[in-house]
């Protein structure tokens, strides 16, 4: 294997105490400094590391090492725990008003992040619970995201909801939640339109959307194989837009994932799925047990 597991890069850490006793401060800033490398090597921010890092030392020194645990799977444990305790503790899912309501979802997040297939992807888990869904394309500045949102719309059974690309997103919105009022449908999922970098007249766009129509959930998805970056994304939306919560798309690829650590911090606001392939069935439950075991390495 090319790398040792952190676990195991501990245990070497640490090889050279014998017997049991509490953790020192030398033997935390030891073990830590594998830790730290390791989220780094993750990518999760370098602020967030430093935070991080800080307030396990001080929850680490001078805590008795168990009988049944040796000093290195000790400040394992106390790591892992820092890190699911920070990622939400458990796991948040999106709330739907009852069937006779109408629940909007308002989809946000770069070019490419994976928000058209996120959309479609989140409308077959809701059809599954029985409810009717309407796809709605927002994005009218790329006439293919409005295919590929009908594509996807078809695999999965929805309905999709376009108005071609000579409206405004908010008045295609507006009409959207219209439609699905008149057609007893309970949930409106919009896709709306991202840019290469975060730009100003699409936050505007997305902030306009918001107060016009009445979204339940802004949802900021992030392709975490842009690492640290994805911080910077996330809190301008969350200052410029405000969302609720976060989907992470390609975890199937080889990142560890650090970024699901930096957004929650930086945000506070709950990942709620992750994306784990390109299929509409791969989206996931987020656990921020496994993503902490994941980002450890
Ligand atoms: P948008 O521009 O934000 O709407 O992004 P798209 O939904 O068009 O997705 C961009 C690309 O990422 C497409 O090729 C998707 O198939 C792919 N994609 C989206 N989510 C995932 C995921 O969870 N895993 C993988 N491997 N690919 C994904």
Do not use: W
């Not at 040796?70 to 458990?90: A, C």
């Not at 910077?232 to 609720?244: H, P, Q, R, Y």
């Amino acid at each position: 294997m090319a790398f040792d597991s952190l676990s195991e890069k501990l245990q070497n850490v640490f090889k050279n105490l014998r017997g049991k006793g509490r953790l020192t401060e030398a033997d935390v800033k030891a073990g830590l400094k594998e830790v730290k490398l390791a989220l780094l090597e993750a990518d999760v921010s370098f602020k967030v590391v430093k935070q991080f890092i800080k307030a396990v030392e001080e929850r680490a020194v001078g805590t008795d090492v168990l009988e049944s645990l040796t000093p290195g799977q000790t400040v394992i444990k106390i790591v892992n725990e820092e890190m699911v305790k920070l990622m939400g503790s458990e796991t948040t899912e999106i709330k739907l008003r009852p069937s006779n309501e109408i629940t909007v979802i308002m989809m946000t997040g770069l070019q490419g992040a994976g928000k058209t297939t996120t959309a479609a992807k989140l409308a077959g888990k809701f059809k599954i619970k029985g409810r009717k869904v309407l796809l709605t394309a927002c994005d009218v500045y790329r006439p293919a995201a409005i295919k590929q949102l009908q594509v996807n719309g078809e695999k999965q059974g929805v309905e999709v909801f376009s108005m071609g690309d000579q409206n405004k997103p908010v008045d295609i919105a507006k009409a959207a939640v219209e439609h699905a009022k008149k057609h007893g449908m309970s949930v409106v999922i919009l896709d709306t339109a991202g840019r290469l970098h975060i730009d100003e007249s699409m936050m505007e766009e997305l902030v306009e959307i918001k107060e016009n129509v009445n979204v339940d959930y802004s949802i900021l998805v992030v392709d975490s194989m842009t690492g640290q970056d994805a911080v910077n994304v996330a809190s301008t939306f969350v200052d410029k837009v405000g969302i609720d919560g976060v989907i992470l798309t390609k975890l199937d690829g080889d990142t560890r994932g650090g970024a699901a650590l930096s957004i929650r911090a930086v945000t506070g606001k709950p990942i709620l799925y992750v994306g784990m392939g390109e299929k509409l069935s791969d989206l996931e439950q987020f656990y921020p047990d496994r993503m902490a075991s994941r980002i450890l390495g």
